[in-house]
């Protein structure tokens, strides 16, 4: 039981990045999806979700300019970033919720900086 996340990097303010998660060894159609983020310092703190019923929530901070979305198929978690800020900086972390269970993916690192 995996999840792979990728897609991070250095952008320039008002940029674009696309983050992917891709699950393996979960039934990825039951679980509820998350991204979470944490910048230096600070603590990890919840950027968006996406229910197994496709319901979606965002933070205050990046609503209007992210979407967050799956593809069962692909079992794959994305999370679309436009106009991306410097505060935006942070690790980016996939996370899974079913059941009493859950996981976390890896970090990917975002950098937005000029």
């Known amino acids: 039981v995996q999840l792979q996340a990728s897609g991070g990097g250095l952008v320039q303010p008002g940029g674009s990045l696309t983050l992917s998660c891709v699950a393996s060894g979960i039934a990825f159609s039951v679980i509820d999806m998350h991204w979470y983020r944490q910048a230096p310092g600070k603590e990890r703190e919840l950027v968006a979700y996406?229910?197994?019923?496709?319901?979606?929530k965002y933070a205050d901070s990046v609503k209007g300019r992210f979407t967050i979305s799956r593809d069962n198929a692909e079992k794959a978690l994305y999370l679309q970033m436009n106009s991306l800020k410097p505060e935006d900086t942070a690790d980016y972390y996939c996370?899974?919720?079913?059941?009493?269970?859950?996981?976390w993916g890896q970090g990917t690192l975002v950098t937005v900086s000029s």
């Open positions: 996370y899974a919720r079913w059941g009493n269970s859950n996981l």
């Open positions: 996406v229910l197994r019923g496709g319901t979606t």
